[in-house]
């Protein structure tokens, strides 16, 4: 199977900049096929529309009543408005299209586009919280954490006839979000609730983004909440086993991404997502990339299942974080490691401003013409070779010689095509020159003599087969160095 690459597109800041391109309105169902094609072009199998559900009134006005909001909007956008916000798309009053962007109609139309150009769709899914303003409050107050107390990180539900103090949403490290309901998980009838949810999400695309995924995982669950009475605890087995299995007995190929962290990413895996978010490679590269090698190989045993990515909606640009060069380096790791590949609408473009969820509209930015070439020679020239699409093998740098531990900074990725092809991705994070010996595992090393082609660059080598298979590769990279080689037998 092919591993996937996923686009995220913040779907109201898009759609309202296609509008102003057209001088119209344009929605989900009107999508130019101008887009599908380019999608289809650079490779992606799967496009994520984040921020396609109705968000809540009463959230959003708490929203505009932030300081800390009102000051991030600043940065992002300045001189905004109210009619720019939108609220966040992750405080949901009802898992439908709002009428601004098509409607269910038009994401039914986008869905189906999407297919005839062979892409997948990919929505959000919130299991841990909803908007304030959900029916369910006042219908049914029962099915979120109830509040024993006028706690600050409360409010006011049910009907008012029978008033109810609900519990805002939070994680349990840091401070409430004051624009969600917190779900009771401790409750069938709410996991009962919510997987219907799920299976109506389900009928109208191929996969889900589980935001904070862990935060339902029974053990962290109770233990955030365990200072707060249920008085209906019914339940003793995960949430996600018995969902995702409901959900495949209905779509047996539908795809599950878990937002996860806090080393719950193979727990989540176990209990049948198909990849989960591999924040520590993320912070390595960014952050620590003297450390990018040995996150790799000590969690190499679930990486097929793991999404990397360099930036998405909660991270920071990657453009404004790393050089060009190391952003280089950096793009070339996410795309040529197995799993899935996450890429971030205007990280192609080189973009440096995160916008807030919460905006309807983003501030410009010209695009950065190098790094749109960059992803561009990457991607179409990973597109054509083995990266990606066959049987991957880490390999362990070996120092090049007694004292030089500069091999410590390689990433090396071997990829076979076929027994007498195979590309190597060699990666140096180091800001030196960086050698090591590379013990090559492709069959049949002894009996050819080999060329290797830097598929990124005019390098082009010829070497020996035995001596491939019985010392290994010698490789000299420069600082942030980073090459796609193509192995082809001399004949």
Request: proline share 4%.
């Amino acid at each position: 199977m092919r591993h996937p690459i996923l686009f995220e597109i913040n779907t109201r800041c898009w759609l309202h900049e296609l509008s102003e391109a057209s001088d119209s309105r344009v929605t989900l169902g009107i999508v130019p096929d101008e887009h599908f094609r380019e999608w289809q072009r650079l490779g992606f199998t799967h496009i994520w529309l984040m921020g396609v559900w109705t968000s809540g009134k009463r959230a959003r006005e708490q929203e505009l009543d932030s300081a800390d909001i009102r000051t991030e909007l600043d940065l992002a956008l300045p001189g905004w408005t109210k009619d720019d916000v939108a609220g966040s798309p992750y405080s949901i009053s009802g898992y439908h299209v709002p009428r601004a962007l098509g409607g269910d109609t038009g994401l039914k139309r986008f869905r189906s586009k999407l297919h005839q150009h062979g892409l997948k769709l990919i929505l959000d899914f919130v299991p841990n919280h909803l908007a304030p303003d959900h029916p369910w409050v006042a219908t049914h107050p029962e099915r979120f954490v109830q509040c024993d107390s006028t706690d600050a990180s409360s409010f006011i539900g049910g009907s008012g006839d029978y008033p109810v103090r609900l519990c805002n949403g939070r994680d349990p490290y840091f401070a409430p979000w004051n624009d969600t309901v917190q779900l009771d998980y401790r409750r069938q009838d709410t996991r009962t609730a919510m997987l219907g949810e799920l299976e109506s999400i389900a009928q109208r695309c191929d996969g889900v983004r589980c935001d904070m995924a862990m935060l339902v995982i029974n053990d962290i669950f109770f233990d955030t909440w365990k200072e707060q009475l249920c008085r209906d605890t019914e339940v003793t087995e995960d949430f996600w086993p018995t969902a995702i299995h409901s959900i495949r007995e209905q779509h047996a190929d539908f795809l599950f991404l878990a937002e996860a962290y806090w080393n719950r990413e193979r727990q989540l895996i176990q209990q049948g997502f198909d990849f989960a978010y591999h924040k520590q490679f993320t912070d390595a590269v960014i952050h620590q990339r003297d450390t990018v090698q040995s996150v790799v190989l000590s969690n190499e045993d679930w990486l097929n299942q793991s999404a990397h990515f360099l930036e998405n909606h909660d991270e920071q640009r990657v453009a404004a974080e790393l050089e060009p060069d190391v952003h280089r380096a950096a793009a070339l790791a996410i795309l040529a490691l197995p799993g899935m590949r996450l890429l971030h609408e205007g990280q192609l473009r080189g973009w440096k401003i995160k916008t807030p969820v919460r905006l309807a509209l983003r501030q410009r930015e010209e695009t950065d013409v190098r790094i749109a070439q960059m992803y561009e020679q990457l991607i179409t020239t990973l597109n054509k070779t083995s990266v990606g699409n066959g049987d991957h093998m880490f390999l362990k740098p070996g120092p090049a010689w007694d004292e030089n531990e500069t091999s410590r900074w390689m990433l090396l990725i071997e990829w076979h095509a076929g027994p007498d092809q195979f590309h190597l991705v060699a990666i140096n994070f180091a800001p030196h020159r960086s050698q090591c010996y590379a013990a090559i595992t492709a069959g049949n090393l002894a009996q050819h003599a080999w060329r290797m082609n830097d598929l990124l660059s005019d390098e082009s080598y010829e070497r020996d087969g035995e001596a491939l298979q019985f010392d290994g590769l010698y490789l000299d990279l420069p600082a942030y160095g980073a090459q796609c080689f193509e192995f082809n037998p001399i004949k």
